[in-house]
């Protein structure tokens, strides 16, 4: 489900409520340094029609218009929230982005949260973990706990280093939401022992203010893929609620 514009919705989010989501990557395409078996948007390689990235202007841009619309209309606004077809933080403009969305935020719903969502590839690069730390919900996803695992479901680009990405994450010093897909395919299974223990030690060094665990909702670009019941993800993370770490589940 590629998206085709910059600034879309708002739509109803499992985890965020009513939603305004900003593309940062192009209207037509997907870029990302993942290419996730369970991606919403699909494979990288169907994706490649349209290369073009919005610049800051053009994203602040249409991201003041929408805020006023909404506004005139009355309509409620929980996030404004940075996801799209790919990785947000690949955007060079990203930190310059941020600053002006939280300026646009401030003016027109100052309630809102501004939210991101990132695979955390790029937090140790100095200026994303900034402009990282400036927003309400930074939200780092990690999936499997080492490499091996991580390249059976989320097809990373080369170089992509779990361990680098949890050491980056330790900056936020716990003030940040760590996010996980619960699922099963023909080679990997969130609930074996080889990833739930080890991404349990992971969540414990890190010790981060929220845990979104959740499963599939929509379709997927591999085929085959099982979803998680809420009762079976409450099972498998029971001892960490158990430990107080706070963890939303959804379905």
């Not at 029609?49 to 610049?55: A, E, F, I, K, T």
């Not at 939210?115 to 402009?131: C, D, G, K, M």
Request: with cysteine; aromatic share 8%.
């Amino acid at each position: 489900m590629i998206r085709e514009e910059t600034v879309f919705g708002p739509i109803r989010s499992r985890r965020l409520g009513n939603s305004l989501g900003i593309n940062l990557l192009p209207e037509k395409g997907k870029i990302c340094n993942f290419d996730c078996i369970y991606c919403e948007c699909g494979w990288n390689k169907d994706g490649k029609g349209d290369r073009v990235l919005p610049d800051a202007g053009r994203v602040s841009r249409m991201l003041e218009k929408k805020l006023k619309e909404l506004l005139q209309e009355g309509t409620a606004l929980d996030s404004i929230t940075f996801s799209g077809d790919g990785e947000p933080t690949l955007n060079p403009e990203f930190p310059q982005i941020i600053d002006e969305t939280l300026t646009l935020r401030d003016k027109y719903f100052p309630t809102a949260k501004v939210s991101v969502l990132s695979n955390a590839t790029r937090v140790h690069v100095p200026e994303i973990f900034e402009a990282l730390m400036k927003v309400d919900n930074p939200i780092m996803k990690l999936d499997a706990p080492t490499c091996e695992l991580a390249s059976r479901i989320n097809n990373p680009a080369p170089g992509y280093d779990v361990d680098r990405v949890v050491e980056a994450l330790k900056q936020f010093d716990g003030n940040f939401v760590l996010q996980t897909i619960f699922l099963k395919s023909k080679d990997f299974d969130s609930s074996s022992p080889e990833v739930i223990g080890p991404w349990k030690t992971i969540v414990r060094s890190l010790s981060p203010r929220e845990i979104m665990v959740y499963t599939i909702d929509r379709p997927t670009p591999e085929e085959g893929l099982k979803k998680f019941s809420v009762q079976q993800m409450e099972m498998l993370v029971s001892d960490l609620i158990a430990e107080g770490f706070n963890i939303r589940i959804n379905g």
